[in-house]
């Protein structure tokens, strides 16, 4: 079975899983790989064996980080979760002018990857058994991307959560 080891740290760590989404994923990966490996280097496949693989005081130590990080974040008066909704809504405002582009490439993308989903589960595409685990990795990115593309048009949860708070 796979996890998600970023949407597993979300549920423990959320300043940290946000930032690790967001335009601040270069300074949170290197500081949860100094807190937790010791090693500001390292990689990303790293920090994902530690964190599906930690203990309760692993994962004890992980929500400390999240509070040591956010703390941080505060004394630089850097709002993550906020920094994340901008990110997303600035790329929303490019397409204020001229949508097209963005729609354009959007129906492309969704279109061109359930005719690659159809055509495997239907059997009309053959895959070589060499090939199967480089096919596995290339659909996982483009699920994830799909992701992306819904959370550009239409929001992240996040982001929709902070907006109706501001209304009440």
């Known amino acids: 079975m796979d996890f998600d080891w970023k949407k597993t740290l979300s549920s ?14 270069g300074a949170a990966t ?3 790989a100094g807190s937790l490996l010791d090693d500001e280097a390292a990689n990303e496949a790293e920090l994902e064996s530690y964190v599906l693989s930690a203990n309760p005081d692993q994962l004890a130590h992980i929500k400390e980080i999240d509070s040591q990080f956010k703390l941080q974040m ?3 008066e850097v709002d993550v979760f906020k920094l994340e909704t901008t ?3 600035d ?11 963005q729609l354009i490439l959007s129906a492309v993308f969704i279109i061109g990857y359930f005719s690659i989903v159809l055509s495997l589960l239907s059997g009309l595409i053959e895959i070589p058994e ?3 685990q480089l096919l596995t990795m290339l659909i996982g990115v483009l699920t994830a991307a799909i992701t992306g593309i819904i959370q550009f048009w239409f929001g992240s949860s996040h982001g929709s959560k902070s907006k109706d708070n501001k209304k009440e």
């Open 74 to 76: 505060e004394q630089l």
């Open 91 to 101: 790329a929303r405002n490019l397409a204020k002018g001229d949508v097209r582009p």
């Open 30 to 32: 290197k500081f949860l």
């Open 87 to 89: 990110d997303r809504q």
């Open 12 to 25: 423990i760590a959320p300043t940290l899983a946000t930032a690790l989404g967001g335009p601040m994923a």
């Open 130 to 132: 060499k090939q199967t």
